[in-house]
């Protein structure tokens, strides 16, 4: 049996740090030290080409090449604001939602429209097809007899389903690694673009996937969940398995110097309170900013810092933060910050405050618990699984809750958690990995009605 751990995504988005590419990274990084009863093989798929991944990391041998893939990224990333811009006017059109007619007299004109990024995109795209892959980068792989695909990276945006395809014709088995199911359980928090294109990937692996590797027990037991709903006693065929994920900032020590600004921000006796995530709805920075607001207006000298990049309908957030009276005093937001300043904030916060509303895990609450910082979270299944009793929770209906969370450990010194954050343990990256490897591996011997008697104990959680 060989694990072909797909990572076409990272592959060609090298610079991309959001938390599934952080993932991938990690999990290919630890393969080649890993010692599981399996072969590990990094393989991305592009051109109807299985290749195997020699290198994540782009090479500084051909400018040109760089360059093209840089404005494919770029006219491929407008292509998808644009679409994104389409369906929020649609949204506000008068009696879209009853009119077939008004809705087609909408799409046709930016359809056209689109064909300005569109046609440059596909010359880049067929120029880069031409000039194949670099060998010190990727090679051409051929299947070997018990290969089995694990599609780590975010596969919904891909291409290369009917290359998956043939290749289970031809008895290669598919193994989904599943992030969440937010796009279906709260599409409300989505793009719309998004809840499509994720409805229609979630139909094909459900009728692909021989597995399934979720990132958090929660997560694994909704997606079983879905997969009866959709398939009913076809899905009991399917095996489901998860891993943890680890904590390391892989990007962290790549010479990037600290934001002076994000030093600055801890200058100073003022306790910070941060926020580590993309900034969309679901993240509910609303909500922080009015706990603040309340801690604010009852004196109470602290701070909030907000570090991620900006994503889908946050025009009224972004709005809002930059006007509110308290902008680059109290409040502070960064968009860009490296994993170098992330790692300072991290080591100089007061605590990690996290009020999304739904996760497939939140790495952000692991990152930040690791190095000591105590986090604050709202109480939702996935975060109790994480954190247990070492986290302190407030509700997400009440922003007033985590106000008093803050003022109760500023008063005390004493963090309201129930348990002491010292004795709380996690798993690394290279122990993750090696739960997905192995746990992958578990439950392919399963579903074939092997014993994996043989199987590497995995780490898991230790929780004193």
Not at 73 to 83: I, M, V
Not at 260 to 269: S, W
Request: proline share 6%; glycine share 6%; aromatic share 10%.
């Amino acid at each position: 049996m060989r694990l072909l751990i797909e990572c076409t995504y990272v592959y060609e988005h090298p610079s991309d740090n959001s938390g599934i590419q952080r993932v991938v990274r990690n999990v290919i990084k630890q393969l080649p030290h890993l010692d599981p009863s399996v072969e590990c093989i990094p393989v991305m798929m592009k051109h109807d080409q299985l290749y195997r991944v020699n290198s994540l990391e782009p090479l500084e041998v051909d400018e040109g090449r760089i360059r093209r893939r840089q404005w494919i990224g770029r006219l491929d990333r407008l292509q998808d604001r644009f679409w994104r811009w389409h369906d929020r006017v649609e949204q506000k059109l008068p009696y879209a939602d009853r009119s077939l007619l008004l809705r087609r007299l909408w799409y046709w004109p930016c359809r056209a429209t689109s064909q300005v990024i569109q046609w440059p995109l596909n010359i880049l795209r067929e120029q880069d097809y031409k000039a194949g892959e670099e060998p010190e980068r990727a090679t051409p792989l051929d299947i070997e007899p018990g290969d089995q695909l694990v599609l780590l990276d975010s596969s919904w945006h891909a291409d290369f389903f009917k290359l998956a395809e043939s290749l289970k014709a031809r008895g290669v088995g598919i193994v989904s690694v599943m992030y969440d199911l937010i796009p279906l359980t709260h599409p409300q928090f989505c793009d719309n673009h998004l809840v499509k294109v994720f409805d229609e990937w979630f139909d094909w692996i459900a009728r692909t996937a021989d597995g399934f590797m979720a990132i958090s027990q929660t997560i694994s037991q909704e997606v079983e969940a879905e997969l009866r709903r959709r398939r009913g006693a076809a899905a009991e065929r399917q095996w489901h398995g998860y891993f943890q994920l680890g904590s390391e900032l892989d990007l962290n020590g790549s010479g990037a110097a600290c934001d002076p600004e994000v030093k600055r921000l801890f200058d100073g006796k003022t306790p910070v309170y941060l926020m580590v995530s993309t900034i969309e709805p679901r993240k509910n920075h609303a909500y922080l900013l009015d706990a603040f607001d309340l801690l604010w207006a009852r004196g109470a000298d602290v701070r909030l810092c907000i570090i991620g990049k900006v994503g889908w309908k946050t025009e009224a957030l972004i709005e809002r933060i930059k006007i509110h009276p308290e902008y680059k005093r109290r409040l502070f937001m960064f968009n860009g910050a490296n994993d170098t300043s992330l790692e300072y904030a991290y080591a100089n916060a007061r605590a990690l405050v996290f009020p999304s509303y739904v996760e497939g895990f939140g790495l952000p609450l692991v990152e930040a618990m690791q190095r000591g910082l105590p986090a604050m979270a709202s109480d939702i299944p996935v975060f109790r699984e994480v954190g247990g009793d070492f986290m302190a929770y407030f509700q997400l209906q009440d922003p007033a809750s985590l106000a008093a969370q803050v003022e109760r450990y500023e008063a005390e010194g004493t963090f309201p958690s129930a348990r002491p954050l010292q004795d709380w343990a996690w798993v690394g990256w290279r122990d993750a990995s090696l739960q997905l490897v192995e746990r992958t591996r578990q439950g392919i011997l399963q579903q074939r009605h092997l014993p994996a008697s043989d199987a590497v104990e995995t780490p898991d959680v230790r929780q004193a």
